[in-house]
């Protein structure tokens, strides 16, 4: 029986409500932004108001949460989707400000499990995932209709020929880090997440990559929200992911960055000590 955890509590405790955004002040700008963002953006609001004393108010949600919220006229100000697709959902119903949007990032998804797993797997058409699961093991994602890792998920199964053998193994949630949380904790075996969501829990370890060909290609945008376009803040902190402070950490964090003109950029990033 398929199994959907729309309100995983440790995985949501994660994440800001989405039900009761902040209203911005002054000196803030208010960022409705994708979940498997958290831990660079986190870091970059931190950086940005070292800098210049403004605060980057963030809600973390499931990119289509986000999205329909902005609909509703939650009061975001900045809009950073996991896809394009929810992005485009916002700029057909003109509730994003067109030119300001930009694909600032790409990722990856991968199969993880916990990290004392000895599993070893070839990520492909010949992959028995079913069989990894077991009699009752379930297979964390999120969820496959509307949040983009779950889409992605979803797609590149399909693409393998692995989706049917699975898709009534599913613990389906309402975003990737209540995934990413179901197998640090222990309480689904396996799960496919953003190799970014990878790198920020140190209680999981990638066992794959999935082939980029089998999904769409992971691109995340943002944008200023109609709401944000009187609001300077809104552009300066959208400017500012663009710097090199910025970029590095979601280099750090591992993301692909893109430049404006949509090639892969490299940021000259001082190295890790």
Sequence with gaps: MRRRLAGFGLGLSLIVAVGAPAVAQDNQVVVFAAASLQTALDAI???????????????????SALARQIEERAPAEIFMSADLNWMDYLAERDLIVADTRTNLLGNRIVLVAPVDSTVTVEIGPDLDLAGLLGADGRLAVADTDAVPAGVYAKAA???LGLWDDVAGRL???ENVRAALALVSIGEAPYGIVYATDDNADPAVKALGVF?????PPIVYPAAVTAEGADNPLAAAFLGYLRSVAALCIFVGEGFTVFAED???AAPSCPAAE
């Design 211 to 215: 082939p980029e060909d089998s999904h």
């Design 262 to 264: 949509g090639s892969v």
């Design 171 to 173: 613990a389906q949630t």
């Design 45 to 63: 609001g931190e950086e940005w108001t070292a800098e210049t004393g403004n605060i980057a108010v963030i809600s973390y949600a499931g990119s």
């Design 157 to 159: 199964l399909e693409s």
